[in-house]
């Protein structure tokens, strides 16, 4: 099993990312799947996460801000982000089966 996380980023404040986990050795879509985060000197952190009935959930510093959600097609769960913050900036993480992808850095900066 392997994942990969890309789509990071340098953005302004108020703009917008789209972060994708891309699977090969396990179907994403009968999996659960998490996005986390980790910034400098900080513990990671769950951001979002979806399950394999399609239900999800998000960290309250991210909500009505963040979306996850699965291409099927592509094996993929992206995570949408929105009016992004400089306290979004972070390595972010996908999770499926107790492994983990190499992250992908945003960097949300004027």
């Known amino acids: 099993v392997q994942l990969q996380a890309s789509g990071g980023g340098l953005v302004q404040p108020g703009g917008s990312l789209r972060l994708s986990c891309a699977a090969s050795g396990i179907i994403l879509s009968i999996n659960y799947v998490g996005w986390y985060r980790q910034a400098p000197g900080k513990q990671r952190e769950l951001v979002a996460d979806i399950y394999t009935d399609g239900l999800t959930s998000s960290a309250d510093s991210v909500k009505g801000r963040f979306a996850i959600s699965r291409d099927n097609a592509k094996n993929t769960v992206n995570l949408e982000m929105n009016n992004l913050k400089t306290e979004d900036s972070a390595v972010y993480y996908c999770?499926?089966?107790?492994?983990w992808g190499r992250g992908t850095l945003v960097t949300v900066s004027s």
């Open positions: 999770t499926a089966r107790s492994k």
